[in-house]
């Protein structure tokens, strides 16, 4: 990089700068270029002797873990005393307890001799200021667990050095104008949701058939041709149902749909005609592309007026023959992309309405926080007309990385697949998790396994032990979420023996807050309703004004975005380290298999 000559920069030398940063070679030396995929390395300039600054430092008594944890590759080169070079490649690994272990190629001038060095240490890292989206925030401290769990961006003073002599001459104090222990702060721009095509690389496997295997420059043709004769056959803003198995078609619907300006409407293959019915009617759907069997067993007042039924074996062919393609969109983020049915207090499905923008900005939070890269295969067995699955999709393709949907029949269809595929991210809910648990897996399934996500439900003790032992190198993600703003709260792996029934803090672009009945917030272990802020919020329920008040209403005072939150009816808690417990809920809706159920409806 440019040599830099004042004491308060950090360049990015290199690197996509994407959000995502695949870990670097081991020992990657910072005079040998990382490949244009490989993370970017910056630079942290040492800055001169400052009483004041180290005084701050001192005062700094409680480390920031979301600092410390899930980023591997660190350069850091500063200028020492009488300007001499002082280079470190640092390969860091969090253990979530604040500490990280490093391991430290240093090289160093010594009379004018490059002298090169190796080492390994603990280290702590102490925050003294952080701006993050131009706002200050400080380390909290006892019962200020209320303060936005959120990545850092920016930093005034980050002092590194040994564990047991923190405040030691070997320690270093960095004036920083970007922190950047990995991908901390994901873009937080959203873009039209099809433009998540354009992300992975031409000849790189996009998504995984039965008969074949797409890339990501066919999946670019196919969503285009799709869109191209979507929009011949409706106009801007009309509904779009689909009801079938997962397959092509299914998950293309979510990009095409949203390139074409149309709403889609994925329903539950699981559903019955009655609910299929509703589904319809309510959202006015103009279109229903299905399964010719799911198709059949509607009836003649099933389909509401103006609503043609399409077998969905003949919608590329009729795409095809149209021969019309649009290019990526340049939709309004805020503009509505898609609709997706929930159980409601009464048992009829209610309608969430989600933008591009927040199922674009869901994408980008999910494959920072699980820090996907284009070697991932996830497995897609979710349904995805449910907010996760098809966020499986939607971050899976942001990263770059190849989807895998798969519509199981038995526990071992998913462990072969895993297998065949050579399946790196597994995500499913606790009943799946049980029945995984419980049949014999090849080793060859095991092997490729890097991290499990959870949802739809609480992992109890026993059944993450047992994940643990069939699974002993993979991260165990425990999240939280709501359809009306997707998802809530992870559990970081590292964090998940001691904090075993913990949900864990906000994901990016979520704000959590717990709040009392008078609407303030709750003090530490004080029990509250969990309101999510931000812009992962939806817009509302379609159609349905008073359930859409209830739920959606103006955001507590204290939240830094404002605007209008999703009131949970969770109970839940915060503890003095800002983690998050379940308490129960307002209402007696019931989970069953990751679903909602009304005691009224049955």
């Not at 040599?3 to 995502?20: C, T």
């Not at 309004?332 to 048992?347: H, K, Q, V």
Request: with cysteine; hydrophobic share 40%.
């Amino acid at each position: 990089g440019p040599a830099v000559k004042d004491h308060a920069a950090v360049l990015p030398l290199r690197g996509p700068g994407l959000g995502i940063l695949p870990r670097p070679p081991h020992g990657r030396h910072l005079d040998h270029p990382d490949p244009p995929d490989q993370a970017p390395v910056y630079q942290f300039l040492r800055p001169p002797e400052d009483a004041a600054v180290s005084q701050r430092l001192d005062d700094a008594k409680s480390h920031v873990s979301v600092v410390t944890r899930r980023y591997h590759g660190v350069a850091v080169r500063h200028v020492g005393h009488h300007g001499l070079l002082d280079e470190h490649m640092l390969t860091v690994s969090g253990r979530g307890d604040g500490l990280l272990r490093v391991d430290r190629m240093r090289r160093r001038q010594e009379h004018g001799v490059d002298v090169v060095s190796r080492d390994q240490r603990r280290v702590l890292v102490y925050v003294v200021d952080l701006e993050v989206r131009g706002q200050l925030w400080r380390p909290a401290t006892a019962g200020d667990g209320h303060k936005p769990d959120v990545p850092v961006v920016v930093g005034q003073a980050v002092c590194i050095g040994p564990a047991h002599m923190p405040r030691s001459d070997d320690s270093h104090a960095y004036d920083v104008q970007r922190l950047s222990l990995g991908a901390l702060m994901p873009d937080p721009t959203p873009y039209p949701l099809d433009q998540l095509a354009e992300r992975g690389s031409a000849q790189a496997p996009a998504l995984v058939l039965r008969d074949r295997t797409l890339t990501f420059e066919e999946l670019r043709n196919r969503v285009s041709l799709l869109a191209g004769w979507l929009a011949s056959r409706a106009a801007k803003g009309d509904r779009v149902a689909s009801w079938a198995a997962k397959g092509e078609l299914t998950c293309m619907l979510p990009l095409a749909a949203a390139r074409a300006g149309l709403v889609h409407v994925p329903i539950n293959p699981l559903l019955k005609r009655a609910q299929v019915a509703h589904i319809l009617a309510d959202s006015g759907s103009t279109m229903l592309m299905g399964t010719k069997a799911r198709l059949t067993s509607l009836e003649d007042e099933d389909l509401p007026p103006g609503c043609e039924a399409l077998d969905e074996s003949e919608i590329f062919g009729l795409a095809e023959a149209e021969g019309a393609e649009l290019p990526p969109s340049r939709h309004d983020p805020d503009e509505l992309a898609a609709i997706l049915y929930t159980s409601g207090s009464t048992g009829k499905p209610k309608g969430v309405m989600l933008s591009h923008a927040n199922m674009w900005l869901g994408a980008v939070s999910v494959a920072n926080y699980l820090d996907l890269a284009a070697d991932d295969v996830v497995l897609a067995v979710l349904p995805l007309s449910f907010d996760y699955g098809q966020n499986q999709l939607l971050s899976t393709w942001y990263a770059g990385a190849c989807a895998v949907p798969l519509d199981y029949l038995f526990p071992r269809d998913v462990a072969k697949a895993c297998a065949k595929y050579g399946v790196t991210t597994l995500a499913a809910v606790p009943p799946l998790w049980v029945q995984l648990t419980e049949i014999e897996w090849p080793a060859e399934a095991i092997a490729g396994i890097r991290r499990l996500t959870n949802t739809g439900g609480a992992l109890t003790r026993e059944l993450v032990r047992e994940l643990r032992a069939l699974f002993p190198e993979a991260r165990l993600f425990p999240m939280y979420g709501l359809t009306e703003a997707f998802r809530s709260t992870y559990l970081d792996p590292e964090l998940v023996d001691t904090h075993p029934t913990s949900m864990g803090k906000a994901i990016p672009f979520a704000e959590i807050l717990v709040v009392d009945d008078e609407g303030k917030i709750c003090a530490a272990n004080e029990e509250g309703e969990l309101v999510h802020c931000g812009p992962l919020v939806a817009q509302g329920y379609w159609q349905d004004a008073a359930r859409t008040a209830k739920r959606f209403k103006p955001a507590p005072a204290a939240s830094r975005y404002g605007g209008t939150a999703v009131w949970s009816g969770d109970r839940v808690r915060r503890d003095e380290d800002g983690f998050l417990y379940f308490v129960g809920r307002r209402d007696a809706m019931i989970k069953s298999s990751g679903n909602r159920i009304s005691p009224q409806e049955l």
